[in-house]
């Protein structure tokens, strides 16, 4: 959208295949509309979503139209590693959470700061305006805390807690001062404004169905938002059931020329010619993209030479949390199902006050309170009858989402010794939590039991069930940005050191991988990269 | 299935933790339980391919006592009762075909010791309100000895619940079924919507 509005013809390379705003087939479906309860057959996981479905809450009859099949893209692991994905024009950004938090300078400073990896070459002033623009595009409900280290944004009107959410925000606040219980920040339309949330948007109706696709485009996507203000412009072309094998490299003019790609459906080759190139295939799609892109100059891949190029790789833990029920609050109810719960933004690490000597960085959590089912035990028959049609009580659960370091042995590469149906090299993981993440992980559990109990709920259970890398579908680095070309891969601009027509925005880019969710700040990071490169044009530099 | 829904089924408390697998069979909730990767043995509770509904966890004579549990547990009233909306074949196809190999094997367990129970108890052979009795003490009962009917009770009773609620008659005509809220409102009173729990 930011190179079509800038007056680019913008060629959109899709493997997967094309989908329309408005075509979500089970947008509109009940629980009971749905076969087997919205869930998924054991056969049909075993044949055809083993990995997608490792959680074994991701994959159902709702949204595995949205998921790859393993049995059609394969990949290998040394380490477990839980690639999420789905090939289809609009990609995650149908399925995705929608929470967007902004990061600040403790996070950007962090790795110099502790001597991890290497130093981010930009900081929050670089991107706070950045922010800005995106989100009053994307439309952002929250609520302004105040907080440095997850800095305020261009909010709409927040998706309010409701009364024993709010119940928890004071006894936790009470208790534990610098924790705070806000409304999840999330790109779904409380407030509509067609004059700047352009493209296909819409009010939210609180319907709580987002993966499976808004008809209401109340969310952020690809389909509603971006590609109809890009096609608006006449600069825009998609072409769906492409799939990009590699960038091809002029070693003359010592820039990238165009793209190799397969037509998925026709098998054909074909290779298109381009003056600039933003290779965001999402993380791992877009290193294998650059590892694939072999030459002479760039024997390990496309702008390699620093051989951090897979390298580095992140994601958030999670699998970790804690509920229990709340007493009192019978007559209090709410109305409507809310896109978005409680966030609790990190508070560990953020000052001498709140340093750990066990652990670097930090968590976040993200959690909910609802009224369940009323089914006291003992009670069967007619009594249970009269009971079980009645709200319950109110429960509470949190679920924590911890930073992973980046280390430079947590990583992924191409197997070339075997070729997926269309030839290209398959994908291989070699990553995994260490001792910081552990670490981290029990004092997640440990501080959601706190707050829980703070707020006088009983029955409190907590888990620690450690994910593998993949499982938040939050990949980061393996592409990473940093001032030095003999340790990053990317500079500040998101541009390619070695190859200056090449850009990389997606999550590849990231130096490290803070605790909040990253999707906004690498739309921040394509609208600034995309000006850069558009200066650069106009200096003739590009 | 996001991620927030799970939060909403992991806390799904019914008098004893509801198991992670029912949560996610049902509403998508979140099972961490490794999945087992073989078949479980299907030889005392073979599927039948004779009986109509095709059975896909049960024996017919065990379906036939699972009609009269689930219906001691939600009996027909003003209301319908849990067969009438057919509760016990959602609960037979879940289990045969949808719930991981660990959790079938759990719930046989349960189940067979259930079964055993109710029929040392002559079940069948008692009234409406001395079964929902016998149930209920066992519920509540803590001898060491009950423990595996007693899980395979609160099991059944909350599979029960969970089925029925999520069904198309009880959701629609018995709940507050509202497909379309257009906006969320944080606190409302539970007599404004007739102290009735939404259906979805």
Redesign the interface.
């Known amino acids: 959208m930011e190179l079509c509005t800038k007056g680019y013809k913008t060629l959109v390379l899709e493997r997967g295949r094309m989908v329309e705003h408005g075509e979500y087939p089970t947008a509109h479906d009940d629980v009971w509309d749905l076969p087997f309860n919205d869930r998924v057959p054991q056969k049909e996981i075993a044949k055809h979503y083993e990995k997608q479905n490792r959680l074994s809450w991701w994959v159902n009859q709702a949204n595995k139209h949205w998921i790859n099949k393993d049995d059609e893209y394969p990949y290998e692991e040394d380490e477990r590693f839980d690639w999420i994905r789905g090939h289809h024009v609009g990609g995650r950004s149908l399925m995705w959470g929608r929470h967007c938090y902004r990061w600040s300078d403790l996070d950007f400073a962090a790795n110099k700061e502790e001597g991890v990896a290497i130093d981010w070459p930009i900081r929050y002033a670089d991107l706070a305006s950045w922010y800005d623009q995106v989100e009053t595009f994307v439309g952002i409900s929250g609520q302004a805390e105040g907080l440095s280290h997850v800095p305020d944004g261009k909010f709409l009107k927040p998706f309010p807690l409701n009364c024993a959410e709010q119940h928890l925000r004071e006894a936790v606040a009470k208790k534990f001062p610098g924790r705070v219980v806000t409304p999840g920040r999330v790109a779904n339309l409380s407030e509509y404004d067609p004059a700047i949330h352009k493209g296909k948007r819409g009010q939210c109706m609180s319907r709580d169905r987002c993966w499976r696709g808004c008809p209401y485009g109340a969310y952020f996507s690809s389909q509603a938002a971006t590609l109809p203000v890009a096609e608006e412009t006449g600069n825009l072309t998609i072409r769906p059931n492409s799939i990009v094998s590699e960038i091809v490299y002029d070693p003359a003019t010592k820039k990238a020329t165009g793209v190799r790609i397969i037509d998925a459906e026709t098998r054909e080759h074909l290779e298109i010619s381009a003056r600039l190139i933003f290779c965001n295939a999402s993380t791992v799609g877009t290193t294998a993209i650059l590892l694939n892109s072999r030459s002479e100059a760039f024997p390990n891949g496309l702008g390699n030479g620093s051989g951090e190029l897979g390298h580095n790789m992140m994601d958030h833990h999670y699998g970790m949390g804690a509920s229990g029920v709340l007493p009192g609050f019978e007559d209090e109810y709410y109305s409507g199902r809310k896109p978005a719960g409680f966030y609790i933004p990190r508070f560990s690490n953020l000052d001498e006050s709140t340093r750990r000597d066990d652990y670097l960085r930090g968590f976040s959590y993200q959690g909910s309170a609802q009224r369940i089912a009323n089914a006291p035990s003992g009670v069967v028959g007619k009594a249970l009858k009269d009971q079980v049609l009645q709200p319950g009580a109110w429960a509470i659960s949190m679920t924590c989402f911890g930073e992973l370091l980046p280390y430079h042995d947590n990583r992924m590469y191409l197997n070339f010794d075997k070729k997926d149906q269309y030839g290209i090299p398959l994908i291989r993981f070699d990553a995994k939590l260490r001792e910081n993440e552990h670490t981290l992980r029990e004092h997640g559990v440990q501080s959601a039991v706190e707050m829980l109990e703070a707020a006088g709920c009983v029955n409190i259970s907590s888990y620690n069930a450690a994910t593998a890398p993949g499982a938040c579908i939050h990949e980061m680095g393996t592409a990473r940005m940093g001032h030095d070309p003999a340790t990053s891969v990317l500079n500040q601009w998101n541009q390619m050191h070695e190859v200056p027509n090449v850009f990389v925005t997606d999550g590849a880019c990231m130096t490290s991988s803070g605790t909040q969710n990253p999707s906004i700040t690498y739309m921040a990071l394509t609208a600034r990269a995309v000006s850069y490169a558009h200066q650069q044009i106009q200096d003739g530099n590009l | ?8 089924y ?8 509801v198991s992670a697998s029912l949560a ?10 490794p ?1 087992g990767t073989a078949a479980v043995s299907s030889s005392s509770l073979a599927a039948s391919t004779t009986d109509t509904p095709l059975l896909h966890y049960f024996s017919p004579d065990q379906f036939q006592q699972l009609g009269q549990l689930v219906d ?4 027909r ?1 003003d ?1 319908p009762s849990a067969t009438d909306v057919n509760v016990h074949v ?1 609960m037979d ?2 289990l045969g ?5 660990n959790y079938q094997r759990q719930f046989k367990d349960n189940w067979l010791a259930l079964w055993k129970y109710l029929g040392q108890q002559n079940f069948a052979g008692r009234d ?2 001395q ?2 009795a016998l ?2 003490e066992l ?2 009962n803590t001898d060491a000895a009950l423990a595996k009917a007693q899980r395979g009770l609160v099991e059944v ?2 599979q029960t ?8 008659t ?2 629609e005509e ?2 507050n079924y ?16 007739n ?4 259906a ?1």
């Open positions: 299935m996001n991620r927030r829904q799970i939060l909403r992991t806390a799904w408390i019914t008098g004893s933790a996610g069979a049902v509403l998508g909730g979140c099972s961490e339980a999945r001691a547990i939600l009996p009233t209301t959602t196809s879940m075909q949808v719930m991981d190999a409406a309100d079964q929902a149930l209920s519920e509540l009773k909350q619940i969970v089925y029925y609620l999520v069904s198309e009880i959701a018995h709940l509202l497909p379309v809220p257009g906006k969320y409102e944080p606190c409302i009173s539970v007599e404004s919507v102290n009735k729990a939404w979805i």
